[in-house]
Each structure stands twice: as C-alpha cells, then as structure tokens.
C-alpha cells in the first residue's frame, strides 16, 4: 500500500535533517567541481583554486612523503605531512596523508586531529598504538600492530604510537580532511603562546607551582 505523500512528508523531512546534522558529515564538504587545485592564500573554506587552464598533471602528485624524517629529536619521531599546504591538489578533495617515522623507542606523543578520523598502515616495524574516548568513560583502546596492519584513530580523540620494536617503524596515515590539524596535548597546556595561566594548571592538574614550571620547561624542550 502506498503511503501518501502527507503521510510520508514527515518522514522524508526527518530524514534531509538527520542528514543536515554536523555529526552525519564524516569529512571536509563534497567538491561542487572536479578539482580546485589550492591558489592564492585567499581563505574561503579551504584556499581559492588555481586557473584551471593552468592546472597540469603535476599539480595531482606528490613526492613530499618519498624521504624519511630527520627522527634525531627528544622524542625520536618525525611526521611528515601531505595535506594541503603541502601538496595544493587535495584543495577541496576531503583527504590526506602522513609519513611518520619512528627511531628505536621514538614516540608520536598523545595528540589529536579537530577534523578528521586517522587511517595508519604500518609499512615497517611494531608500534603499541591507542586512543581514549571522550568524557566520562575515557576508555583507552590500545593495541601492538605489526608490519602490514592497519589501526583507526576515531575522529577528535586523543591517541599515541609508540615503537616498541628493536628497530625503526615507518608508517603511513590517511586523513578524510585536506587539513586534519593537531593538537598535542602536553603542548596545549604547557606550550601554549601566552602561557596559560599557573592558577588554572595548578588547579586542573593539582600541581604545585614548581611543578608547573618544570612542566613547562620539559615540554618546551620536546
Ligand atoms: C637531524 O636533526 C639533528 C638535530 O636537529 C641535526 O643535528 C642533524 O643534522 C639532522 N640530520 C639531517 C640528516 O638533517
């Protein structure tokens, strides 16, 4: 039996706005063109797109994740970014990767991504690999991954990796925005331009005033 097109009104207007809620949008806006390689430094939501008539293969490739990362730093890890700022075809596109080398114990230090969910493949090596999910159950998921496994970090959760292999790791991750962004979170609130201030750390953290210092000394330092 059919129904009516009063009977199904409601139903079609519940489901265009399930469809609208921003939680339903699972990554960066669909393209309205088939590409629109980054231009000028003019912001809309994304970046201006180049003359198409100037657009040429090259625009479409990348070598930026072709070298391994310098890893000689206190935390002995390297990202190297192929976002849009980086690599000016994903402009619009909703997508992007990352090369991350891990040195023997190296870590990529708990952080998160605003704008898009992680997809890592790991090319080489052993990482125990983890995220916490949000307030208030704060469940960690964690897990050791071999060469050859993938592992997803859910959109805006904290995560970490850490090689505990006896060699280096070298992995790969996907992003579904053109520009994920990143936040550490010991940066965030020890590294933060200005400071934030010593009253609110102490508090958060219940840290004594010295203990803020030295944080913030340490952190500045990684
Ligand atoms: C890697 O970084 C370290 C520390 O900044 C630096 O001394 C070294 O020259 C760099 N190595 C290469 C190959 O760039």
Redesign the pocket.
């Known amino acids: 039996m059919a129904l009516s097109l009063w009977t199904r009104l409601p139903i079609l207007v519940f489901i265009a706005m399930a469809a609208m809620q921003p939680g339903s949008v699972a990554a960066d806006e669909d393209p309205l063109q088939d590409f629109c390689v980054m231009g000028q430094q003019l912001h809309v939501n994304g970046f201006s797109c180049k003359d198409p008539a100037q657009v040429q293969a090259s625009d479409f490739a990348s070598s930026v994740l072709q070298n391994p990362g310098?890893?000689?730093?206190a935390l002995g890890v390297a990202v190297t970014p192929a976002n849009v700022l980086t690599f000016r075809g994903l402009n619009t596109q909703g997508i992007s990767a990352a090369r991350i080398d891990f040195a023997p114990n190296g870590l990529k230090a708990p952080h998160f991504h605003p704008r898009a969910a992680e997809i890592l493949f790991l090319a080489q090596g052993t990482l125990l690999v983890g995220f916490v999910t949000s307030t208030p159950d704060n469940k960690l998921f964690a897990q050791t991954i071999n060469a050859g496994e993938l592992f997803i970090f859910p959109r805006g959760l904290v995560h970490f990796q850490l090689n505990v292999g006896d060699c280096k790791a070298l992995a790969f991750s996907a992003f579904n925005s053109q520009n994920q962004g990143t936040s550490h979170v010991a940066d965030a609130l020890f590294a933060s331009n200005p400071p934030i201030n010593d009253a609110v750390l102490e508090k958060a953290l219940q840290l004594s005033a010295e203990d803020v210092q030295r944080l913030r000394s340490l952190i500045s330092k990684t």
């Open positions: 310098n890893t000689s730093n």
